[in-house]
């Protein structure tokens, strides 16, 4: 199962996670730089197969890709950079049955999503609540790591990744933030999306985060956090459902193609 192209995979989930730290602090050429600064042997790999510049970008004429907006540079840096458009997803059954796929190969592949749906107590027999719904796919958050009573099978927060049956739920942000896994499935509300002429937009009417909803001017900073902490969970492989079509679209223009 460890061959050469998993192997490669892992070099790849590392470098990502390098790049990350790098990116929220400074322009995508410091982060290749610090990346490779870091690590000295994955330097020639770092240069290869993710030039920010040539690799995951498909920069319009006359824009310096150094200027992108950072969580541009992070969605597209989760992304396999030869087969980013194969890792957005089309559809939320789809992203459910990609994650469980990975996840039976003996690996640990779990789903999130940002906070666009109210996150339920349990209810009185300890099932879970299917807050987690579009259109006919629905699925319910983790536990909440308050509840004092869950059904058989259902495991407490701080097991959502350990516990086989945490596959069976969407991780909140705030569960997911503690945990790494090998692949993520990311479902990308509307609660950040991109509109030409002003760029990412936060439209706090559908967040159910009550913490964030709460600092309103700096609303679009704290979204975009959520997702650069659920786009990089993943180690070996992250996939992406968009909610929003205008915004998948703008992504799906930004990053190269296997047959480009």
């Not at 992203?95 to 999130?112: D, I, K, P, Q, Y």
């Not at 701080?158 to 516990?163: L, N, P």
Request: with cysteine; proline share 6%; net charge negative.
């Amino acid at each position: 199962m460890w061959g050469r192209s998993m192997l490669r995979r892992q070099v790849l989930g590392t470098v990502l996670l390098v790049l990350f730290v790098a990116m929220t602090s400074g322009t995508v050429a410091a982060a290749v730089a610090s990346a490779r600064r870091a690590d000295s042997s994955i330097g020639r790999f770092t240069e290869q197969s993710l030039d920010f510049d040539a690799t995951l970008f498909s920069c319009p004429p006359g824009v310096d890709p150094n200027g992108f907006d950072s969580q541009y540079a992070v969605t597209t840096a989760c992304l396999n950079p030869h087969h980013a458009a194969d890792d957005i997803i089309d559809s939320p059954d789809e992203l459910e049955a990609l994650v469980r796929a990975r996840n039976s190969e003996g690996v640990t592949a779990r789903l999130s999503a940002g906070f666009c749906w109210p996150w339920s107590n349990p209810r009185s027999d300890g099932t879970l609540v299917a807050d987690v719904a579009l259109d006919t796919w629905s699925m319910p958050w983790n536990a909440k790591p308050d509840a004092r009573k869950l059904a058989p099978g259902i495991p407490k927060s701080h097991y959502w990744t350990s516990d086989p049956a945490g596959i069976d739920q969407v991780g909140c942000v705030y569960t997911a933030q503690g945990f790494e896994y090998h692949y993520a499935g990311v479902v990308w509300g509307r609660d950040l999306v991109y509109r030409p002429g002003q760029g990412w937009v936060g439209q706090p009417q559908f967040s159910h985060d009550t913490v964030v909803k709460r600092a309103k001017a700096d609303f679009v900073e704290l979204v975009k956090n959520t997702y650069r902490v659920l786009l990089t969970r993943g180690l070996l492989g992250c996939y992406v459902y968009f909610e929003d079509g205008p915004t998948r679209d703008f992504v799906l223009s930004r990053v190269e193609r296997p047959d480009a």
